[in-house]
């Protein structure tokens, strides 16, 4: 069964980049039909899917957060990453990555399918 890893800065600066990182053991990020994903939950309020990365590489992104996010990955090292740019306190969460899948044609963006999370991490943004 795979585990995933979350790790990044607990503390952010309102406008400065939040950069995460997932890493993956027992099981390969390119596996056929599994989807690696980022899901956020702010506190007092519900899960958000914020963007994911299948097998291929392929990404989607929240579109309430697209302009700001980025997801990609590191093969070599079984990682993959968000990167979200000009944080405001509204992006205080604790940060979680996730596997989903396998699916078939598109990946889900609702997190309860995904099935493999890692513990989360607190991410707070302040000054």
């Known amino acids: 069964q795979p585990q995933l890893q979350e790790s990044g800065p607990g503390l952010v600066k309102p406008s400065q980049t939040l950069s995460l990182t997932c890493t993956v053991s027992g099981a390969s990020i390119t596996t056929h039909y599994y989807y690696w994903s980022w899901i956020r939950q702010p506190p007092g309020k519900g899960m958000e899917l914020i963007a994911y990365?299948?097998?291929?590489?392929?990404?989607y992104y929240s579109p309430s957060l697209k302009s700001r996010t980025s997801i990609f990955r590191d093969i070599s090292k079984a990682q993959f990453f968000l990167q979200l740019s000009s944080v405001t306190p509204e992006d205080t969460a604790v940060y979680y990555c996730a596997r989903g899948g396998p699916f078939y044609g598109r990946g889900s963006i609702v997190p309860g399918d995904y099935m493999y999370w890692g513990q989360g991490t607190q991410v707070t943004v302040s000054s």
């Open positions: 990365i299948d097998y291929s590489g392929s990404t």
